[in-house]
């Protein structure tokens, strides 16, 4: 068994968006209408956006690869890249995935660890993110690792509005 990790840029575009729309879809399409789930992929994963994303120097993607296939991805921000403005002193986790064929092996754990590295690197203070409330799996996965829920917000899914609770970390 190999685990490796690479660093995205833009000539990462293609597949990121593939495994973008994968796993967010398989996360999340049982307990969503295809018409939110569609409207959110369009909005969130076409190409431009992501080029946009992949282009700001505050946030960083990786992929992990386990036996040389794609196997997940991280999406960290910092400053003004982070999804809600925390300030200078924080990272944001905005996105773990991994794909469904490859969980419960470490290589979550594996993400979170390079998060964590960049977050030290850049002298932050604390990690954040935000977990939908219905995403048991995930609440108990950063529980686990050290998480604490310290707030909520909303945000849309769709036309519905949904709640996302606000987890922390402190590093020192
Ligand atoms: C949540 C997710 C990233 C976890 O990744 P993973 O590779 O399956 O998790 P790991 O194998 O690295 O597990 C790390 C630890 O968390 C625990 N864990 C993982 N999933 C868990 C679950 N559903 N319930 C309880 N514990 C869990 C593991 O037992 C392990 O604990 P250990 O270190 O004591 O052995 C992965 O399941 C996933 O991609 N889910 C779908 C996408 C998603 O919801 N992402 C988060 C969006 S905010």
Known sequence: MTVKQKKCSLEDLRILQEISI????????DQ???ENMNAYLE????FK???KELSNAYSEFYFIF???????YLKV?????QSEQMGTELLEIERIYVRSQYQRKGLGKYLFNTAMEVAISQNKQLVWLGVWEKNANAIEFYTKLGFVQTGVHSFYMG???QF????TKTLR
């Open 49 to 51: 956006q992501l080029e």
């Open 22 to 29: 994968e796993t967010f879809s398989d996360t999340f399409k």
């Open 77 to 81: 921000n910092m400053n003004d890249a």
């Open 66 to 72: 386990f036996n040389e296939e794609i196997a997940g």
């Open 32 to 34: 969503n209408s295809p």
């Open 43 to 46: 909005k969130t994963f076409n």
């Open 159 to 161: 036309d519905e509005e």
């Open 164 to 167: 996302d609770y606000i987890m």
